[in-house]
C-alpha cells in the first residue's frame, strides 16, 4: 500500500490532500490477515512531513480462540499518524532526525508505506478471543475433539452435571 508522495511533500504547510484505498488482502501475522480494505485517508502537509489520518473498514480473517475453526469478522481501522521523510524532498538528502526515529517514515524514493501501520491499528482493533459464535463448544482438553460437531467419546451425555461444572469454570477462565 504504496503512495508517492513527492509532490505532496513539496507544497506549504497546511496543504491537504486525500488518498483512495483498497486492498485486496494484507497479513498481519502468522495466522491472521485483513481483507477488502476500503477507506480514505487525508493527508496535512506539516512542518516535519504528512499527517495521516486514515479510516478504512477490512474484513478480519483469523481463527476462533476455542475451536480453532477459520473466521472472518469485520473491523474498522482507524488511525492518525505523522510519517516524517527521511530524505528533504527539495533536495534528496538525508535528513538526519531523531525525531524519525518513533515515527513511521517516508523512505528515500518519498514513497509512502501505510502497510505497516495499517497493519499495527488492525491488530490493536483486532478482538482478543475472538469466537465463530458466542456458543462455541470449543475443544475437548483430552482429545482435542471439536465439540460443536458433539460430544466426544471422553465425554458421555450421562456426566450431566460434570459437563455443567465443567462449563462453568470455562466461564470463570474467561472472566479473568
Ligand atoms: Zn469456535
Ligand atoms: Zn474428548
Same mark, same amino acid.
Given at each position: 500500500?504504496?503512495?508517492? %508522495?513527492?509532490?505532496?511533500?513539496?507544497?506549504?504547510?497546511?496543504?491537504?490532500?486525500?488518498?483512495?484505498?483498497?486492498?485486496?488482502?494484507?497479513?498481519? !501475522? !502468522?495466522?491472521?490477515?485483513?481483507?477488502? %480494505?476500503?477507506?480514505?485517508?487525508?493527508?496535512?502537509?506539516?512542518?516535519?512531513?504528512?499527517?495521516?489520518?486514515?479510516?478504512?473498514?477490512?474484513?478480519?480473517?483469523?481463527?476462533?480462540?476455542?475451536c480453532?475453526?477459520?473466521?472472518?469478522?469485520?473491523?474498522?481501522?482507524?488511525?492518525?499518524?505523522?510519517?516524517?521523510? %527521511?530524505?528533504?524532498p527539495?533536495?534528496?538528502?538525508?535528513?538526519?532526525?531523531?525525531?524519525?526515529? !518513533?515515527?513511521?517514515?517516508?523512505?528515500?524514493?518519498?514513497?509512502?508505506?501505510?502497510?505497516?501501520?495499517?497493519?499495527?491499528?488492525?491488530?490493536?482493533?483486532?478482538?482478543?478471543?475472538?469466537?465463530?459464535?458466542? !456458543?462455541?463448544?470449543?475443544?475437548?482438553?483430552?482429545?482435542?475433539?471439536?465439540?460443536?460437531?458433539?460430544?466426544?467419546?471422553?465425554?458421555?451425555?450421562?456426566?450431566?452435571?460434570?459437563r455443567?461444572?465443567?462449563?462453568?469454570?470455562?466461564?470463570?477462565?474467561?472472566?479473568?
Open positions: 500500500m504504496r503512495f508517492r %508522495v513527492s509532490q505532496e511533500l513539496r507544497q506549504p504547510v497546511g496543504t491537504e490532500f486525500s488518498l483512495e484505498l483498497r486492498e485486496r488482502s494484507l497479513l498481519l !501475522d !502468522d495466522d491472521a490477515a485483513v481483507n477488502n %480494505v476500503q477507506g480514505d485517508a487525508s493527508l496535512l502537509r506539516t512542518d516535519r512531513g504528512l499527517l495521516v489520518t486514515l479510516r478504512a473498514a477490512a474484513r478480519l480473517k483469523g481463527a476462533c480462540s476455542r480453532l475453526a477459520p473466521l472472518e469478522l469485520p473491523i474498522e481501522i482507524d488511525f492518525q499518524e505523522e510519517f516524517i521523510p %527521511v530524505v528533504d527539495l533536495s534528496g538528502t538525508r535528513i538526519a532526525s531523531d525525531e524519525a526515529e !518513533d515515527s513511521f517514515v517516508i523512505d528515500a524514493d518519498l514513497m509512502l508505506d501505510l502497510g505497516e501501520a495499517l497493519r499495527q491499528y488492525a491488530l490493536m482493533s483486532m478482538p482478543g478471543k475472538p469466537l465463530c459464535r458466542p !456458543d462455541c463448544a470449543g475443544l475437548c482438553a483430552n482429545c482435542g475433539a471439536n465439540l460443536n460437531e458433539g460430544p466426544c467419546a471422553c465425554q458421555p451425555q450421562s456426566e450431566g452435571p460434570w455443567a461444572l465443567a462449563a462453568l469454570k470455562t466461564k470463570d477462565e474467561e472472566g479473568s
